[in-house]
């Protein structure tokens, strides 16, 4: 009984052993952004490396934005993720609500075809619509960014599958009380669905925020970039800037990491239900 | 099939039992939901559509179409004209085309040594990244799902954290912490007394960096699935395997493993699905060097496509990519599948 109990406690103990290990894994870039980002450029190449960060990243900042316009990115990347998710939320949870809660004709096969398309790859899709953007003169355009995965067929599934539970009594009981047909929809079936919308945002959002082989193909002029795009920029430029680079990049990630902290229920929920990968 | 195995789990889970049983019982007695505009059910859908039909069915079909053809040029000729009364369409044809038939498959497949390269390279990412992030995943959710592991929810948070860094931006961190003379990696290892390693100066370094950034970025996300699929495993299965004097070992093996397969299925195929369509990360971290040793298949179709201008060839690659995609998942989903049921 001792001998089982003594390696019942190694057994624990080896565990958070190895819990800690993966932490220390996982936290060390996430460190080393923030020493790179706050430390000047002078001290990278010093011996042995900076281990501790410094004040320097409002400084690093200015030099940055001295020589890429980084805000400038910021904003492009504000202004797609948030117009590419509101138009695909709207999309995706009315043809969703249609798939859920209506008969009609050919329901079925339209929705298993949505479905098959789930696993077509972007790679398939981004020469053709580079031709088609290059055609109607759409290159460097919010749109062009903005419009091609709106229709998103993760999207429809998930908001089918969750409207699915919406109590048929729920939408009878409204439609007694008079209300139209397109109330029902965004009087009753949207704030239910919030949670699910969440969910759905964070993927939308994320996924449109850290695009990158899309939008380097679309806009070509610096003014248009996203962020992706401008840290790319900054890795090929002549000269790397370390410092800079790390300050972008937290500029970056930190906003995510916001959401994250705040919103992790609904962050696992939008991972766990569907693994969409750009 | 994936999806249906993770549907069939959440569907016995008894939460979502009991949501259908009130779903069934509201149902009872209430007329069908007949719309009382005809028609409006295809409102609905129809904006969806119409995107969908043109950013994504389209491409899809044009790019197999484009694959036998070169691409010569930005076309101005008329493609379609439609006349309705009094107005006039006219859809332009997209680019000037010349036929070229199976020719670029036929060069992709028995003469084009780069891209017999970016697939080596993209198969040793799969290859070695993929067991090992899987592994390290699964050992992970294993232990934070043991009772006695405290901060449970701490510890999921801060092993999930990459989940929410950019691919571009986690990327750049990499480039830095495995550079070769001011890398972070390079100093611990002279630290600990070991010669440093040309991270990104060698074909070998700079394809395990890849791997070791993927996994990283991964890792959480992985565990996070696998984690949730662990709590669905039949808290009794574990009591009756106990009664009958399972080992730790035994536990795993015959109880945990087999209820985890669907969720493990999804998780490898997604995996593979994912370091197939690996490029923002060469394109960061090694650039798809030294001397094409990280070039993998997506970056070959951009270099192709968009620095070469080759918009056939490229389309032909990428065709192979998704025929080279559907089959592993065909195959993993055949061989790792239904065998228990």
Known sequence: ?278 | MVLAAIQSRVRSSTAYRQLSDQVRYTRQGISDNVPTIPGLPYAYISPFFILFGVFLLFPTLYTLYLSFFNYVGVSNDILLQIQAGPLTVSIPAIANLEFVGLSHYERLIFRDSLFHTSLFNTSFIFLVQVPLMVGLGLATALVLDSKFIRAKGLFRTLIALPVATGLVAYSTIFLLLFNDQVGLINYALVQLGLSPVAWLGSAWGARITLVIAVTWRWLGYNMIILLAGLQTVPQQLYEAAEIDGASRWQKFRYVTLPQLRPVLLFVVVSSTIGTFQIFSEPYVITGGGPSNATITIVQYIYNQAFLQLNLGYASAVSVILVLIVSAMSIVQIHYGGDQDA
């Open chain 1, 1 to 278: 009984m001792r001998e089982e109990e003594r390696n019942e406690a190694l057994w624990r103990f080896g565990a958070y052993i190895f819990l800690m290990v993966i932490v220390v894994l996982v936290l060390i870039p996430l460190y080393w952004m923030i020493v790179a980002a706050t430390i000047p450029q002078s001290e990278f190449f010093s011996w042995p490396p900076r281990l501790i960060p410094g004040l320097q990243w409002f400084d690093n900042f200015q030099a940055l934005q001295e020589n890429v316009d980084f805000l400038n990115s910021i904003g492009n990347s504000i202004i797609i993720a948030v117009a590419y998710t509101a138009l695909s939320l709207v999309l995706c949870s009315m043809a969703g609500f249609a798939f859920a809660k209506y008969e009609f004709r050919f329901k079925e096969p339209l929705f298993y075809f949505i479905l098959a398309t789930l696993v077509l790859p972007i790679q398939l899709l981004i020469i053709p619509l580079f031709l088609l953007m290059v055609q109607i003169g759409w290159t460097n355009s919010y749109l062009a960014v903005i419009l091609p995965w709106a229709a998103n067929p993760l999207g429809i599934f998930l908001m089918r599958q969750n409207m699915q539970a919406i109590p048929e009594s729920l939408l009878e009981s409204a439609r007694m009380d008079g209300a139209t047909e397109f109330q029902l929809y965004y009087k009753i079936a949207l704030p239910t669905m919030l949670p699910s919308l969440a969910a759905l945002s964070i993927i939308l959002f994320l996924n449109q925020w850290q695009a990158f082989l899309y939008p380097l193909v679309i806009l070509q002029d610096p003014q248009m970039y996203t962020i992706p795009l401008a840290l790319a920029e900054l890795v090929g430029q002549q000269r790397v800037y370390f410092d800079q680079i790390m300050v972008a990049t937290s500029l970056a990630v930190t906003p995510i990491f916001v959401v994250f902290l705040t919103m992790q229920q609904y962050f696992i929920k939008g991972i766990l239900s569907g693994s969409v990968k750009q």
